[in-house]
């Protein structure tokens, strides 16, 4: 019923920008925390970007200084603003979300199938 759905990742040489973003569908009450998160193969997830409710935001190490997280509320979507890519922000991109469904009380977490980013050099 509730579904995340992650667009925007690309082929793409060193340097270039990309922006991904992350659409909660479905019966959504309440939409708190989100994040993105970077997956590739042989290594452990990684955090990307956080962002709460209120629009406080964390970054993962790596891309501090190089993108940017930003949300609309209304529109129920996110979106990762990522300059200057290197070859090492290669990965797949997956977005989770806490929502609160409507007429439920409990927020619960969403994970989309994630976009991917290939950075060339």
């Known amino acids: 019923q509730v579904s995340l759905m992650e667009s925007g990742g690309d082929l793409v040489q060193a340097g270039r920008s990309l922006r991904l973003s992350c659409a909660v569908l479905g019966s959504v009450g309440d939409l708190g925390a989100m994040a993105w998160y970077r997956q590739v193969p042989g290594k452990q997830r990684e955090l990307v970007a956080s962002i709460t409710e209120d629009g406080d935001i964390e970054y993962g190490d790596s891309v501090k200084g190089r993108f940017t997280c930003f949300r609309d509320n209304y529109k129920s979507t996110i979106y990762l603003q990522m300059y200057s890519l290197k070859p090492e922000d290669t990965g797949l991109y997956v977005c989770?979300?806490?929502?609160?469904?409507?007429?439920?009380?409990?927020?619960?977490?969403?994970w989309g199938q994630g976009t991917q980013v290939t950075v060339f050099a």
């Open positions: 989770n979300a806490f929502v609160r469904r409507e007429f439920t009380f409990s927020y619960v977490p969403f």
